[in-house]
Every structure is written in C-alpha cells, then in structure tokens.
C-alpha cells in the first residue's frame, strides 16, 4: 500500500515541462463513445475526466438544486455498496473519484493505478448508472446543502454575484443558485433526483478526456464498459439566455466596513472570430496580471482596493464580461469612477503598442503552465472539446494570441467595450452610492 501511496503522490504532481507538446489522440470506442487521450506510460496511474453537458441549467421548473443534490449524492453510495462502504473500497483501491457540478456541466474526475483500473472503473460505473440515494444520505446531504445556501446568503461577494446574475439573465436558470433556495431543497425528493439523475446522465451529452497509463484500445473498451449502458438521451437542453444588463448601480445594503462590487456588461462569445482579441485586450485592462491598467490605476496610484480584476464569462448560453473590486465604504465610489473611466478610455483609444506586447508574453509564457499534471491535461482536452476547439488546439493557442494586432485590440476595444452600460452591483454600506432609478 505504501508503494501505492508514494506512485499516486508523484503522479498527482507529474507536471509536463513548459514547452512540452501534449501529444493528442482521438478514440472512438466500439460502442461509438469518443475521448481525446494522452499516452504516459512513465508511471502506472491515469486520470480519466467527464463531463455531461448540461449541468445544472437542467433543473425542472421548480425544482431548483436537484441536479446539484443528485451529484452530491453520486459518492453516497451505489449497488450494493452504502456511503461508508463506497468510501471504505474507493481507499482500498487508492482510487480518487470526485463529482462536481456547474451551470453548463456535471463533472466526473477519477484517478486510478493501473493495476486497479478495472476495479476503479466497476466502482464509478455504480456511481453513474446504480446511486442508492438512499434516504439517510439524501437528508444529510441536504443539511450540507442548506447550511451552505443560509451561510452564501451572508456572504457579501455571493450576494453581490447572486444580484448580478439576476440582473444579467432574468427569468433563465443562468439567474438562479446551482444549489438551490433553502425552499426548493427542502421540498426536494428522491423521486425528484431519480429524474434529475436521468436527465443529465446520458450518451447524447459526454465529452471524455484520458490521460497517463492506458493505451488507446484499453480507452476505448473501459468507455463502453463505464458509459456504454447509460440512456442514449438526456433531457432537451435550456435556451440561450438573453443578457440584459443596464447601465448603473445596484446598491444591497449590507453591514460591512467594505462594500464588494461586481461589475459587469454583455461579453463576447469564445467562437467568435474577435475572441482571442478580447482576452488580449482584457489581460491590459484588468486581467490577472498586477500590470493591468485597473490595478495600476485602482490599486497602485490610488491605494483604493488590493485587487481589482476583470474577466470575460463565456457559458453555453451567454455570454458576459464580468469584474470585482472592494474598497472601504466611503472611497468604493471613487473606484467604481476610475474603473468607468478606464473602461472608456480603453474604448475610444484602445491599448498601447508597449501593453499589448506585454499581454502576449504573459499569456503565452503562463500558458505551458496550465499543463501541471495528468488530472489538469484531461481537463484542459475536455474543456476543448466542449468549445469544439480542434484537437491540435494547444500547439497553436499562443500563435493565435501571437497574430493579435495593435489595430484589432483597438477595432475590438471600440466594439466590446460599453462603459456607460456597464453596471455595479455594490454591497455594503457605500458613501456616496444610491441605486439608479432604473432599479
């Protein structure tokens, strides 16, 4: 077991050197399933990752926070197996299997010794197609649930990113909580997650990603082992949403000596032709980077805030650009007009020769280092093929961000960029603040 232990340590950190080519392979299983792999057979371990489109948006009319219990409930127990025991044979296998679920997807990631693959795999099938949702579990899942839904509703940045997408996206489900209210939980049943367990996992919708110890014919039969017996459709998907968000602010009251700010506007869709522009262009005006004009001008000059950051959020269904600061009550005002005003001063003069440069070699040297490990890879593949990305994608990312010019950072800047509808959402108690009529 100890050797178990140290080979499944030093493959969680196995990171593929900066510059390395990740060398993709597409599989198709027998039963018509496909996967991008990524052979290393330097130590007996893979991560396997899956993703079921769909996620949480799948939630029933009133039925809000059931996809998101259902997958809570995957690890709970399955076939002949209760919570304890599942737990008690996943560590007897030394195997990881986590569930996670999002807006657009419900993720599966596992990692497995070769030598207990085929044990590893049996296990995850009877999460997938045998839960038990057995009704202890279904009430002490819940508790979680709710607890965490009452303890976000104190939450001044859950509160402000709550209100936000309210004001973005209406009456779809993109407006509401994953998790739920305390309310439609509460009243949540196991007939409620059977339903919402066959709404998501089913065939029409998976996307696979595979990388470490196993070969392209031992993908492609574990595929149709672990997914071949699942429903061949799932629910229809939601419509895409309408983004809808006015010029102003939204101030929600809150007792805090610092009021949390979103800011946001309509964003730009990752299949559009400007898109690796705007993500250039958002790297000078407020991406990660302690050199972006926001923080400069947020953060350094004027020791308003200790960060500021902004973000394009490209779901399924929308698309939005999205930003955050913080600041003491009585100085939040003056952050939100300089960042207005650097939104409006990207838009008409658009980005220096000198930051552009700098953006390119940031994205592109940070880029490698994404790649730090097989669960991380397997990601990344699924992530590509969820955007319809090609498969050699990761080769000519940098080239693509490479070939942005000053002229379309400005073009895109003039066409993207909408400082007087960008909109604040502020919590705190804000000097100088009101929310505008509009709201």
Same mark, same amino acid.
């Given at each position: 077991? !100890?050797?178990?232990?140290?080979?499944?340590?030093? $493959?969680?950190?196995?990171?593929?050197?900066?510059?390395?080519?990740?060398?993709?392979?597409?599989?198709?299983?027998?039963?018509?399933?496909?996967?991008?792999?990524?052979?290393?057979?330097?130590?007996?371990?893979?991560?396997?990752?899956?993703?079921?489109?769909?996620?949480?948006?799948?939630? #029933?009319?009133?039925?809000?926070?059931?996809?998101? #219990?259902?997958?809570?409930?995957?690890?709970?127990?399955?076939?002949?197996?209760?919570?304890?025991?599942?737990?008690?044979?996943?560590?007897?296998? /030394?195997? %990881?299997?986590?569930?996670?679920?999002?807006?657009?997807?419900?993720?599966?990631?596992?990692?497995?010794? +070769?030598?207990?693959?085929?044990?590893?795999?049996?296990?995850?099938?009877?999460?997938?197609?045998?839960?038990?949702?057995?009704?202890?579990?279904?009430?002490?899942?819940?508790?979680?649930?709710?607890?965490?839904?009452?303890?976000?509703?104190?939450?001044?940045?859950? @509160?402000?990113?709550?209100?936000?997408?309210?004001? /973005?996206?209406?009456?779809?489900?993109?407006?509401?909580?994953?998790?739920?209210?305390?309310?439609?939980?509460?009243?949540?049943?196991?007939?409620?997650?059977?339903?919402?367990?066959?709404?998501?996992?089913?065939?029409?919708?998976?996307?696979?990603?595979?990388?470490?110890?196993?070969?392209?014919?031992?993908?492609?039969?574990?595929?149709? +082992?672990?997914?071949?017996? #699942?429903?061949?459709?799932?629910?229809?998907?939601?419509?895409?949403?309408?983004?809808? !968000?006015?010029?102003?602010?939204?101030?929600?009251?809150?007792?805090?000596?610092?009021?949390?700010?979103?800011?946001?506007?309509?964003?730009?869709?990752?299949?559009?032709?400007?898109?690796?522009?705007?993500?250039?262009?958002?790297?000078?005006?407020?991406?990660?980077?302690?050199?972006?004009?926001?923080? +400069?001008?947020?953060?350094?000059?004027?020791?308003?805030?200790?960060?500021?950051?902004?973000?394009?959020?490209?779901?399924?269904?929308?698309?939005?650009?999205?930003?955050?600061?913080?600041?003491?009550?009585?100085? !939040? $005002?003056?952050? @939100?007009?300089?960042?207005?005003?650097?939104?409006?001063?990207? /838009?008409?003069?658009?980005?220096?020769?000198?930051?552009?440069?700098?953006?390119?070699?940031?994205?592109?040297?940070?880029?490698?280092?994404?790649?730090?490990?097989?669960?991380?890879?397997?990601? @990344?593949?699924?992530?590509?093929?969820?955007?319809?990305?090609?498969?050699?994608?990761?080769?000519?990312?940098?080239?693509?961000?490479?070939?942005? %010019?000053?002229?379309?950072?400005?073009?895109? /800047?003039?066409?993207?960029?909408?400082?007087?509808? #960008?909109?604040?959402?502020?919590?705190?108690?804000?000097?100088?603040?009101?929310?505008?009529?509009?709201?």
């Amino acid at each position: 077991m !100890i050797r178990f232990v140290m080979m499944f340590c030093a $493959a969680l950190f196995l990171a593929v050197p900066a510059g390395a080519a990740v060398e993709i392979k597409e599989v198709e299983s027998p039963g018509g399933l496909k996967a991008w792999l990524v052979e290393d057979h330097s130590i007996p371990f893979a991560a396997l990752e899956i993703r079921f489109r769909g996620g949480a948006s799948l939630d #029933l009319p009133g039925k809000r926070g059931a996809v998101s #219990l259902m997958t809570y409930l995957l690890e709970e127990g399955a076939a002949d197996k209760d919570a304890r025991a599942f737990a008690r044979a996943a560590e007897e296998l /030394a195997t %990881t299997l986590s569930f996670d679920i999002g807006d657009d997807a419900l993720s599966v990631s596992a990692r497995f010794l +070769t030598e207990n693959r085929d044990a590893s795999v049996a296990l995850l099938r009877s999460a997938l197609l045998e839960p038990r949702f057995d009704e202890d579990a279904i009430e002490r899942v819940r508790g979680q649930v709710i607890s965490g839904i009452r303890s976000d509703a104190k939450d001044p940045n859950d @509160i402000a990113g709550r209100t936000m997408d309210q004001i /973005a996206f209406g009456d779809h489900p993109y407006a509401t909580s994953p998790d739920g209210t305390v309310e439609s939980v509460a009243a949540l049943t196991r007939d409620d997650l059977i339903a919402a367990h066959g709404a998501v996992l089913a065939r029409d919708r998976i996307y696979i990603g595979a990388v470490g110890d196993i070969t392209e014919e031992e993908l492609a039969a574990l595929m149709d +082992t672990l997914l071949g017996d #699942l429903p061949e459709a799932g629910a229809p998907m939601p419509e895409r949403a309408e983004v809808s !968000i006015p010029g102003g602010v939204t101030v929600v009251p809150f007792d805090t000596p610092q009021s949390v700010a979103l800011f946001g506007q309509p964003g730009i869709a990752q299949d559009d032709p400007d898109y690796f522009t705007a993500i250039v262009l958002n790297q000078v005006l407020g991406g990660g980077s302690f050199e972006s004009r926001l923080m +400069t001008e947020v953060r350094e000059k004027r020791g308003l805030t200790y960060g500021v950051y902004s973000y394009l959020v490209p779901k399924d269904l929308a698309e939005v650009y999205f930003g955050s600061v913080s600041s003491a009550n009585d100085r !939040i $005002a003056e952050a @939100i007009d300089v960042i207005r005003d650097e939104w409006r001063k990207a /838009a008409t003069e658009g980005v220096t020769a000198e930051e552009l440069a700098d953006a390119k070699t940031y994205m592109t040297g940070a880029y490698p280092l994404r790649f730090d490990g097989n669960g991380p890879i397997a990601r @990344i593949m699924v992530g590509m093929q969820m955007l319809g990305l090609p498969v050699d994608y990761i080769a000519t990312r940098n080239d693509r961000v490479e070939a942005v %010019t000053l002229e379309d950072a400005k073009r895109v /800047a003039g066409e993207l960029l909408d400082p007087d509808g #960008l909109h604040f959402v502020v919590v705190g108690q804000p000097v100088g603040l009101e929310s505008t009529p509009a709201n």
